[in-house]
């Protein structure tokens, strides 16, 4: 009886309509013939579901909450139910795709069923189809459960055979079995014990009333009391681009990413005449892969910790403001913990997916560190991957807002582009697609300085204090 983890447990117990605790990619597909179907699409994840069982299972409540809830299979499993069908309004912009995801990464995951769906979008420009996979934070760890776009994007147009067997559910373990098997349990395990309490009375005291009233959230741009929906945005560039930058300025492509995310942010804050001074920064939560101590990949090829990243969007010369980027990341480098970007773009499969919820999991692991932006970026394959030998040609990834932040930016590298998601409260950000523009200028603005000699001036390299 495998039990979920105390943070699991969390992700659970703070799943509410204002912050649905799930993790999101849209893979958008080349125009193909024969274009991929409902039934075909059903038909390849039957065959696959069997590598994550973890899809048919439910977690389970353990009475008088003595325990973490615990995995059980779904005996009632209908796959329809989870795999979807939805189509555009013609002509299929990419406006009306941007309303859809955003529409659907504001539902709600039904907590009494298997905890994904997957939406098979159609009537896109030129034919094209879209998927959309929807996951719960509390399946997706990285390390037992991989994220389902993985297990269904492959490196080759052939397809694999892969073994199946008719999947007969265990049945449900009853109450009093639950109950003597968690008191088992924690008498095995008195550690893990008081930290399944502290969180229940962690849950108790958030539900009191405050006295004198609620603190509200802190205000800002990029902060805001969470509404129930959600706007999303995407930005396709060229990872050429990244590495010009890179060549003429150094430190790495993720670097130039994130100088450009702190460009975009400062230049979206202008049109909407806010107030930017020189000292204007936000604290970013970037998870960041390691390898583990003996310098061998552990769980997907590393570990991921989050990484603290105050974002210069006071600073106006972009090549400065790339300089300090590289300057607060230069000691997780210089550790030799840090991953290179072609070791995990080699990973086996789409991992890109499954590293993006790691790294959601962990930024809202740790946040009590107070940062006010989460920003993922893992690299990707730059071959192309499949799916039912159809090729995927763009990748979005879609991180979940928590706590009072309105914007969360996941990014994804794949066949020498680099896409943005960006994901934003409807009512708190109602411009998303214009700060999406706004971080394509700030790339553009850091490209026209390749080949002009242009350097940090003296002494401004280093962040100031």
């Not at 706007?231 to 590495?243: C, E, I, K, P, V």
């Not at 100088?259 to 806010?274: F, K, N, Q, Y």
């Not at 499969?349 to 962990?362: I, L, P, Y």
């Not at 109602?430 to 490209?447: H, M, R, T, W």
Request: charged share 25%; with cysteine.
């Amino acid at each position: 009886m495998e039990r979920l983890s105390p943070l699991d447990a969390r992700f659970l117990n703070h799943d509410t309509p204002t912050e649905p605790r799930l993790v999101a990619s849209l893979a958008i597909f080349e125009p193909h013939d024969p274009v991929l179907t409902y039934d075909r699409l059903i038909q390849v994840i039957s065959e696959r579901i069997d590598i994550v069982p973890r899809y048919r299972q439910v977690p389970r409540r353990v009475p008088g909450a003595l325990g973490t809830p615990v995995w059980v299979d779904d005996e009632t499993f209908d796959i329809s139910i989870h795999v979807r069908r939805s189509a555009l309004p013609k002509p299929g912009t990419r406006q009306s795709l941007h309303e859809l995801v955003g529409r659907l990464v504001a539902r709600r995951i039904d907590l009494d069923r298997p905890l994904w769906e997957l939406y098979l979008v159609e009537g896109l420009e030129n034919g094209a189809v879209a998927l959309l996979f929807k996951a719960h934070q509390a399946l997706v760890d990285g390390s037992e459960t991989i994220d389902l776009a993985q297990v269904l994007l492959e490196e080759s147009a052939h397809e694999r055979e892969i073994p199946h067997e008719e999947w007969v559910p265990r049945p449900e373990p009853h109450g009093l079995e639950l109950v003597a098997a968690t008191l088992d349990r924690n008498a095995r395990r008195p550690g893990e014990t008081w930290r399944i309490t502290e969180h229940q009375i962690g849950r108790l005291v958030r539900r009191l009333p405050i006295i004198g009233g609620s603190t509200p959230p802190p205000r800002g741009v990029l902060s805001a009391e969470l509404s129930r929906h959600r706007r999303f945005a995407s930005l396709a560039t060229d990872l050429d681009d990244y590495r010009r930058v890179r060549e003429e300025h150094g430190g790495t492509v993720n670097d130039v990413i994130l100088a450009s995310v702190a460009g975009g942010i400062r230049g979206w804050m202008l049109t909407r005449a806010e107030q930017v001074s020189a000292k204007t920064s936000f604290r970013a939560m970037v998870p960041m892969s390691v390898v583990s101590d003996d310098g061998l990949p552990t769980s997907l090829g590393s570990k991921v910790r989050g990484h603290l990243l105050s974002l210069p969007v006071g600073e106006s010369n972009p090549v400065v403001r790339l300089h300090q980027v590289s300057y607060a990341l230069k000691d997780h480098r210089e550790t030799g913990s840090a991953v290179a970007a072609n070791k995990l773009a080699d990973l086996p499969g789409f991992a890109t997916s499954t590293f993006h919820a790691v790294g959601a999991r962990v930024a809202d692991a740790e946040t009590g560190r107070g940062h006010q932006i989460v920003i993922t970026n893992v690299p990707g394959p730059q071959d192309p991957v499949y799916m039912a030998g159809e090729p995927v040609a763009e990748v979005y990834p879609c991180i979940p807002l928590s706590g009072s932040r309105a914007v969360s930016i996941g990014v994804t590298s794949y066949r020498g582009k680099v896409f943005f998601g960006l994901v934003a409260d409807r009512d708190a950000v109602p411009d998303a697609d214009v700060l999406a523009q706004c971080i394509s200028e700030a790339l553009v603005e850091l490209v026209e300085t390749v080949g002009r000699r242009t350097r940090a001036p003296r002494g401004r390299q280093r962040p100031p204090r």
